[in-house]
C-alpha cells in the first residue's frame, strides 16, 4: 500500500512540476488574434468573422460584384430580382474597418448568441442611373399596371361637345418615386425593397369636381363661334373654331394644350400664300408689257413670333380679326406691295412715268447709260437716297488735277448709288436710241421741265423701278 501511494506521489508530483514547468506556453495556446474579427461579426450585413481589417474590405466589396441581389417586393407579394450585374453597381467601404475591430477587442471580443457583433461603416455605391431605372420600368408590377388619369376634357369630335372624363385611380408606378426608393435601398446594401413600405403609386392631381376644369370646358364648346380672321389687304384667311377645335389635345390644369404643330403648319401655310419678299417683282409696265423687275422687296412673315401669338389668340377663345406679325413690310397689301406712288423707268423705251395715287402725273422721255462704252444702267427694284438742288456731277479726278467732267445740274435725285435721276440742260433731245453710242455714264438724263416736276412730287423712300 506504502508503496502504491508513494508512485500515486510520484506520478502526481511530475505532473505538477510539468505543468508549472510551461504555464506560458499553454495560455499563449488558448490567447485569440486580436488582429481578427471574433466569429459571427457582420458589418454591413457580410459576415467577416476570422478577417482582419483589410481582408473584411476585399471581401465586402467582391461580396457586392456579381453576388449582391435587390429583391423588389410588390403589395401582393411577388417579389423580383435586381441582379447588381443588371445596373453595373458598386460598392467601396471608406468606413473605418479598424475602428469596429478594436470596439471588439476593447469590449472584451465577446460571442456567442447573445452578443451584438453587427456593425454599419460608411460606404460608397452606386449604379448605373439609366440601367437602374430600365429595370424598374421592366418589373412586372410596373409594366402591367392599370393606368391612373387625371380628369381631362375630351378630345374634339365632329358635332359633339366637349365632356369632362372622370379621373381613374390605377396602380400606375411613379417610377421616379420607385427609382429614387431604390437608390436608397441599395446605398444601404439593402436585401429587400417592399412596395409596402413606400408611396410610389401615382397620384390623381386633377379630379372632375374641379371648378377650373369645368370652367375651361365650358370655354372649349365655345369655340365653334370663334373664328380668327387674318387680313392681308382686300384678302382674308378665316380660321375657324371648328378647325381649331381639332387642334385641341386636351387641358392642363387651367391651361388648354394646343397641338403647336398645327398652329406651325397654319402659320406656314398663310406665309407660303401671302409673303412676297423674295419672289419676282411682277409688273405691269405703262407699255403694256409685262415685265420682271430684278431686286427683293416685299412683306415676309415672322413666323416664329406669329406662331406665338396664334397660340396666345385660341388659348384666349374670343373671335378676333388681325394682321400676323412681320419681319419685313412694305408699303401696300393692296395691289403693288411698292404702292400706288412710285417711278416706273423703262429703258427699253426710254421713258419715264411717275405715279402719284395711282394716277400719272409725269411721263417724259429720257437717256440712260451709254451701252457702247459699257456704262449701261442696272435694271433693278430701288428707292430715293435723297433729292438735293444746284449740284456739280464729277467724274473721276485725273491726274492733272482736274475732273474727268464736271455738269452742273439744278435737281439732283440719286437712287442707286453714283446713279440718280437728274435734269440735262445741255441735251436738245431725248428718247429714243441715244443711249446706244450717246447715253450718259449711267444716270438718267431729263428734260429740265420733268425733272423740276419729279423733284417737287418724290420724296426719300419713294420706289423707282427701272427695267429692259
Known amino acids: 500500500m506504502k508503496n502504491l501511494l508513494k508512485k500515486l506521489f510520484s506520478v502526481g508530483a511530475a505532473v505538477w512540476i510539468a505543468a508549472a514547468a510551461f504555464p506560458l506556453g499553454s495560455m499563449a495556446a488558448e490567447k485569440e488574434d486580436t488582429s481578427r474579427f471574433v466569429e459571427g461579426t457582420t458589418i454591413n450585413g457580410v459576415e467577416v468573422s476570422g478577417m ?43 468606413g473605418d474597418l479598424n475602428a469596429v475591430l478594436q470596439r471588439e477587442n476593447d469590449g472584451g471580443r465577446k460571442t456567442g448568441p447573445g452578443e451584438e457583433n453587427s456593425f454599419r461603416v460608411e460606404v460608397n455605391s452606386g ?12 418589373l412586372t408590377f410596373v409594366r402591367n399596371a392599370t393606368p391612373t388619369t ?28 420607385l427609382v429614387a426608393a431604390a437608390k436608397k435601398a441599395l446605398s444601404e446594401q439593402r436585401s429587400v425593397l417592399r412596395l409596402a413600405d413606400i408611396d410610389c403609386r401615382k397620384a390623381i392631381q386633377v379630379t372632375s369636381l374641379e371648378d377650373s376644369l369645368n370652367r375651361l370646358c365650358a370655354s372649349l364648346n365655345q369655340f365653334k363661334d370663334v373664328n380668327i380672321t387674318y387680313m392681308f389687304g382686300e384678302n382674308q384667311e378665316v380660321l375657324r373654331g371648328t378647325e381649331i ?59 416664329a413670333e406669329e406662331v406665338k401669338a396664334l397660340l396666345q389668340a385660341i388659348q384666349g377663345c374670343e373671335s378676333q380679326t388681325r394682321e400676323p406679325v412681320y419681319s419685313i413690310t412694305a408699303i401696300s397689301r393692296s395691289g403693288y406691295d411698292f404702292g400706288a406712288t412710285y417711278i416706273e423707268v423703262d429703258l427699253t423705251g426710254q421713258h419715264l412715268y411717275f405715279y402719284e395715287n395711282g394716277a400719272c402725273i409725269l411721263d417724259a422721255p429720257f437717256v440712260s447709260g451709254n451701252v457702247s462704252k459699257g456704262w449701261t444702267t442696272p435694271p433693278g427694284f430701288f428707292t430715293l437716297n435723297y433729292k438735293q438742288r ?38 436738245s433731245k431725248f428718247g429714243g436710241q441715244i443711249y446706244q453710242t450717246g447715253g450718259s455714264h449711267g444716270c438718267i438724263n431729263l428734260p429740265p421741265s420733268a425733272a423740276a416736276v419729279i423733284y417737287e412730287h418724290a420724296y426719300t423712300g419713294i420706289p423707282i423701278l427701272c427695267f429692259y
Not at 449604379?127 to 420600368?137: H, I, K, S, T, Y
Open 127 to 138: 449604379c448605373d442611373e439609366g440601367l437602374l431605372r430600365q429595370a424598374m420600368e421592366n
Open 52 to 94: 482582419t481589417a483589410d481582408e473584411a474590405k476585399t471581401h465586402m466589396e467582391a461580396y457586392f460584384k456579381g453576388k449582391y441581389t435587390l429583391k423588389v417586393r410588390d403589395l401582393d407579394g411577388t417579389q423580383e430580382l435586381i441582379r447588381d450585374t443588371d445596373i453595373g453597381y458598386y460598392l467601396q467601404v471608406t
Open 390 to 427: 444746284d449740284k456739280v456731277l464729277r467724274g473721276k479726278l485725273q491726274a492733272d488735277g482736274t475732273y474727268e467732267y464736271e455738269s452742273p445740274v439744278s435737281y439732283w435725285m440719286p437712287f442707286n448709288g453714283g446713279i440718280g435721276l437728274h435734269d440735262a440742260s445741255w441735251r
Open 245 to 303: 377645335a381639332q387642334w385641341i389635345k386636351g387641358t392642363s390644369g387651367s391651361e388648354i394644350l394646343v397641338d403647336e404643330a398645327k398652329v406651325v403648319e397654319y402659320v406656314k401655310f398663310l406665309a407660303d400664300t401671302y409673303d412676297t419678299y423674295g419672289k419676282p417683282i411682277l409688273f405691269h409696265a405703262s407699255s403694256g408689257r409685262e415685265v420682271t423687275v430684278p431686286g427683293v422687296y416685299g412683306w415676309q412673315m415672322n413666323q
Open 150 to 177: 387625371d380628369a381631362h376634357i375630351s378630345a374634339y369630335e365632329e358635332g359633339k361637345a366637349f365632356t369632362i372624363i372622370p379621373e381613374v385611380q390605377g396602380t400606375e408606378i411613379d417610377v421616379d418615386k
